[in-house]
T-cell receptor, first 114, second 116 residues
Framework: AQSVAQPEDQVNVAEGNPLTVKCTYS??????LFWYVQYPNRGLQFLLK??????LVKGSYGFEAEFNKSQTSFHLKKPSALVSDSALYFC????????????FGQGTTLQVKP | DAGVIQSPRHEVTEMGQEVTLRCKPI?????LFWYRQTMMRGLELLIY????????DSGMPEDRFSAKMPNASFSTLKIQPSEPRDSAVYFC??????????????FGPGTRLTVL
């Protein structure tokens, strides 16, 4: 069965420092992987996705994610964090083949302190 | 495009009342999803539709919940009768498949439901 895990409930980082939000997955077949961000009292916003091709995927707001097949990971990264990046981040993997369903992780709260 | 539209944005009702949540997906999208988000359970998929047909309703908590999609531009999620434990934020999302690829889901702003 497809699954995704975000091992950290919360990540704290100082403004200007690089940030990493971790995600590992388990799929049968080729993975479709996604990152979403949720600001308080808002819906989830799409950040980026990996379907195929380059292992380093660039997305919105300066975020990028690195797909690592051997480690079954898809960590979200940003070279220099902003206070405004503070939010809840979700990793997701597409469900079994031939479905539009996404399996979401439990979410990681990112706190960026000035 | 206005994005996924949900109404109402907030709903406060009393236990036992019927609640209807509404969603208008992005035009041209052929998948529609209903989610529920709570602090305790996180984000849960309730049901999803493809081309207006329910595909997987295994996440619907119980018979009190029902969802319909009468056409490509409208869906409802109904709770009858409502209970305090149904209090949550309910999200609708839509996406499309093209060339055999399933694209990202676009989420609406959510409906915050409070059942007293």
């Amino acid at each position: 069965a497809q699954s995704v895990a975000q091992p950290e409930d919360q990540v704290n980082v100082a403004e200007g420092n690089p940030l990493t939000v971790k995600c590992t997955y388990s799929v049968s077949g080729n993975p479709y992987l996604f990152w979403y961000v949720q600001y308080p009292n808002r819906g989830l916003q799409f950040l980026l996705k990996y379907i195929t091709g380059d292992n380093l995927v660039k997305g919105s707001y300066g975020f990028e994610a690195e797909f690592n097949k051997s480690q079954t990971s898809f960590h979200l990264k940003k070279p220099s964090a902003l206070v405004s990046d503070s939010a809840l981040y979700f990793c997701a993997v597409r469900g079994s083949s031939n479905t539009g369903k996404l399996i979401f992780g439990q979410g990681t709260t990112l706190q960026v302190k000035p | 495009d206005a994005g996924v539209i949900q109404s109402p944005r907030h709903e406060v009702t009393e236990m036992g009342q019927e609640v209807t949540l509404r969603c208008k997906p992005i035009s041209g999208h052929d998948y529609l999803f209903w989610y529920r988000q709570t602090m305790m359970r996180g984000l849960e998929l309730l049901i999803y539709f493809n081309n207006n047909v329910p595909i997987d309703d295994s996440g619907m908590p119980e018979d009190r919940f029902s969802a319909k999609m009468p056409n490509a531009s409208f869906s409802t999620l109904k709770i009858q009768p409502s209970e305090p434990r149904d209090s949550a934020v309910y999200f609708c999302a839509s996406s499309f498949a093209s060339g055999g690829r399933y694209n990202e889901q676009f989420f609406g702003p959510g409906t915050r439901l409070t059942v007293l």
